[in-house]
């Protein structure tokens, strides 16, 4: 054995460069010194130089570099794809593998021979030595891979999980199993043309979990598990893969993946900005009870097309804003006193100087129980409706009376022994507590009205779909909840003597 090919076995170059290329590199080395270098030097000089290619980490490739060498370790491996190439006969053939390393990953192409091996030997946590060219793809760095080898005795420090959260996920990752709460399902798939010809399908839901939300695209015949699922539901996503789409990562399922309903319970708890604190041009996620609804409208758009919108008002501890959902947003099942999470929406001008939120496609609706933060006693973390929440749109009672309570200021009505009223109930627990005396009261007139709570502060105001009724009442009621009231009405205003549930 020579000592070039010594030099080329002791150095572990056959995974870099083949023995003939090194051979004939050092003889043109010992050309290039004149004598100054024999064989051996010169193979030690030209091993120096194929390992001083090698990147410090797969952050450090970048496109325009000629060649790369870089160690990363398999975290996806993707499905084969087959192509036509111009002018030949035999179809092409690729696989995307997904590789990092501490300091991150990268997608390297695997063509046609290494593609068959890729799908045939290649597994998840396997160590490879890659050389090839790096080029920018649609979602980043890419590179082209010419040479691959398995190194068994290199260690690199990434972690392949079984199971990510939200906020485990990074660009590039795939067989990807995700555990979250449906948050958000598109009514329809909608169909688009690829380049062969051929119709594809694509449609998204939402999930949240502790950490997070992320957005799931479903494509082809994928798309059929939309009518699998509801808001609320828990589900594990499997074998998804991590893309990129303006700016923001998503979760998608192709054919080798699904998605599956659980039998978990999945936390999810938004982290939203209060009303009082939004700016003009920020894009945030809103939360609070809805408090007035208008009819979905259409209206033609430029383009000759039609669109359509409808406009909802949300109210939380700090303020109430009006939120424009618009196109399949508009068919939100949204109603009056429903507590709702909108995700992604921009605020822009509205009437009057006034700020207005706006859902688009990129955002979600989710009509929640109730309030996340509300307690274990039912009651939330602060008055989430406030006082004259339910008249934010100029509602009234429906006999003309104020809903906001503005129109009088009442006293004590209760008795200083505590006697009942002529119907028999008590002044305590539920009775009226104010008004202008037990006396008045008793000639009022006698009511009872059912409807939704869409105001849960003081005074409390019920809907019914057709009007709403301002409630004096000690007991604590909920948003969203549905009651009977039945007291005496007085001033446009029901003095409860019993709410039933």
Known sequence: MGVIEDVYEEEDLDGDVPFEKFE????????????????????????????????????????????????????????????????????GQVVNVEVADGSGSIRAAFWDDQAEAAIEELEVGTVLRIAGRPKEGYNGVEVNADRVEADEDAEVDVQVRDSYRVEDLSMGL??????????????????FDRDDGSEGKVANLVLGDETGRIRVTLWDERTDLLDAFDPGDPVEVVDGYVRERDGDLELHVGDRG???????????????????????????????????????????????????????????????IRVALWGEKADADVDLGDYVVVTDVEIDDGWQDDLEASANWRSTISVLDEDPRMDAGGSGSGDRAGSGGADA??????????????????????????????????????????????????DAEEVSFRGTVVQAGSPVVLDDGDSTRSVETDEEVRLGEELTVRGRLRDGRIHADELLR
């Open 258 to 320: 699904t998605v599956d309903e659980i039998d978990e319970t999945i936390e999810y708890v938004p982290e939203t900005t209060d009303v009082a604190d939004l700016e003009l041009g920020e894009t945030v996620d809103l939360a609070g009870g809805v408090i007035e609804t208008d009819p979905k409208r259409t209206f033609d758009r430029d383009d000759g097309s039609e669109g359509q919108v409808r406009n909802v008002r949300l109210k939380d501890d700090t303020g109430d």
């Open 174 to 191: 795939s067989d990807v199993n995700l555990r979250g709460q449906v948050l958000d399902v598109d009514d329809r798939a909608r169909t």
């Open 393 to 442: 749109g100029g509602g009234a009672t429906a006999d003309g009376g104020a809903a906001d309570g503005s129109l009088a200021s009442f006293g004590d009505s209760s008795s200083d022994d505590g006697s009942s009223s002529d119907d028999g109930s008590s002044s305590d627990g539920g009775a009226a507590s104010s008004g202008t005396g037990g006396a008045a009261l008793a």
């Open 24 to 91: 004939a590199a050092v003889a043109d080395k010992v050309e290039q010194m004149g004598g100054l270098a024999d064989e051996e030097t010169a193979a030690m000089l030209i091993a120096h130089e194929l390992r001083d290619e090698e990147v410090g980490g797969i952050a450090d490739i970048a496109p325009g570099m000629d060649e790369v060498k870089f160690l990363g370790k398999v975290t996806g491996i993707g499905e084969m794809r087959t192509f036509e190439r111009d002018g030949d006969d035999e179809d």
